[in-house]
């Protein structure tokens, strides 16, 4: 019980293989669905938990629905259409987190 209760408190990451070999951890910031597909938006970290210059990163998401303790699994957009719906989708998200953070203040 203790372990979990600690873990809630950090923000979620997910370890990511570059093609080079090298690890990046990355915090999740959303999954957000397009066209009823999964797409998880990652922020990349340096080794101090830090990101400058505040590039994210967009992956096809998928889990095993028969296992949920299953790594999801994510995939590489190829498409450049479908690349920029995630990445409207996420600008959506943006504005929304924006507004409720605005709707909170009052």
């Known amino acids: 019980m203790g372990k ?4 809630e408190d950090e923000e979620m ?8 070999g090298a690890v990046v951890t990355c915090a999740i910031i959303t999954i957000l669905e ?9 922020l990349p970290l340096d080794e101090d938990g ?8 967009f992956y096809g998401y998928s889990e095993n629905p028969d296992d949920p303790n299953e790594e999801p699994e994510l995939r590489c957009i190829e498409d450049d ?6 990445a409207d989708a996420f600008d959506e998200y943006l504005d929304n987190c924006e507004f409720d953070e605005l709707v909170d203040e009052e």
């Open 50 to 57: 830090e990101n400058e210059d505040g590039e994210v990163w």
């Open 13 to 20: 990451t997910v370890e990511l293989e570059l093609e080079d």
């Open 81 to 86: 259409d479908e690349y920029e719906k995630v």
């Open 34 to 42: 397009v066209e009823s597909k999964d797409y998880i938006v990652l």
């Open 4 to 7: 979990n209760a600690e873990y």
